[in-house]
């Protein structure tokens, strides 16, 4: 689908240590609702765009939030967002927001980092952000949304990973997509290296105890969606292949951030970019990682893989 990736501000209620955006990114003014509004309309008219994604910092923080989502809705596309939900605990902020918009028409991807409160605040530097954005979760199925979790797999919390698809399994249910990404080590990320950076070596194995659980539960009938993004195929027993989404070396359609003009066709900061992929034989089905994998991580440990 056609997509407008539109980070509305950079502002946030939290202050997430693996979080990709400079210190300084918050003193960027947000767009305005003209700015938002023609950078939809140009997506729309000019590309085609199917698909308006609400990103940040957090956008239901931004001034104008309600009224975006007026704006859009009226616009017959497809409406997603990647929150932290913290806002959506607010029960009368839900009904506000939900009386614009249908749950149904609404695709929402909120990480929950850890299915140990103590350690998802500790990773979010928010105290109670885990409760609350349970709760704001619980808002939003209420209304029957389109919902993906989303785990950032950090030296913070990696070996965890088999312990967090059970809490996650028996939490949300079969119709909640997960997702297990590794994280782009730039900005506040890069200045948090201890915590959050962990080599794909060491983090793998736990992967693929997490992901034996998912197969276990689809044989007992599970029909769960399970996504793995920006890992890259040959560091991954191929007997997990399926779990990996090489979507995310597609280009997004229109692109727009507080700090520069709209731009067409922008290619992801991730994918099959190194030395090894450029002659190995999965290099257009691999997702690869981020570019930012190179400057902390020894990129000899990706290795080509050779047809027949
Ligand atoms: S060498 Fe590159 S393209 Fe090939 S599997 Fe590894 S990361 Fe993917």
């Known amino acids: 689908m056609k997509t407008l990736y539109c980070a509305i501000g950079y502002v946030c209620n939290e202050h997430c240590r693996f979080c990709p955006c400079s210190e300084g990114s918050v003193n960027v003014p947000s767009l305005t609702y003209d700015e938002i ?53 607010d029960e009368a902020f839900a009904e506000r927001m939900f009386s614009i918009i249908d749950g149904p028409e609404l695709d929402v991807t909120v990480a929950f980092h850890s299915h140990i409160p103590e350690k998802h605040d500790f990773l979010t530097q928010h105290k109670g952000s885990f409760e609350r954005s349970m709760k704001g979760v619980a808002n939003m199925l209420k209304h029957n949304v389109r919902l993906s979790i989303k785990n950032n797999i950090v030296n913070y919390t990696y070996k965890d990973l088999p312990e967090y698809i059970k809490w996650a399994t028996s939490v949300f249910k079969d119709n909640v997509t997960l997702l297990l990404c590794n994280i782009d080590i730039n900005g506040t990320a890069a200045s948090n290296k201890s915590n959050v950076a962990v080599d794909f070596r060491d983090s793998i ?15 007992q009938g599970h029909k769960r969606n399970v996504k793995v993004l920006t890992t890259p195929l040959c560091l991954l027993d191929p007997y997990y292949w399926g779990f990996i989404e090489s979507s995310t070396q597609e280009n997004v359609t229109a692109y727009r951030v507080p700090d520069s003009e709209l731009m067409w066709d922008v290619s992801s900061d991730s994918g099959p970019l190194f030395k090894a992929c450029e002659k190995c034989a999965l290099n257009r089905h691999c997702p690869g990682t981020w570019s930012s994998f190179r400057n902390n991580y020894d990129e000899s440990m990706l290795k080509s893989i050779v047809a027949g």
């Open 37 to 89: 509004c023609s950078t939809i309309r140009r997506a729309i008219e000019e590309r085609g765009v199917e698909n308006i994604l609400l990103s940040g910092g957090e956008p239901t923080i931004h001034p104008e939030f309600f009224r975006i989502l007026e704006f859009i809705k009226g616009l017959n596309v497809n409406i997603s967002m990647l929150t932290n939900a913290l806002r959506l605990a």
């Open 205 to 219: 194995p736990y992967l693929q105890q997490a992901l034996d659980i998912v197969i276990e539960q689809r044989k």
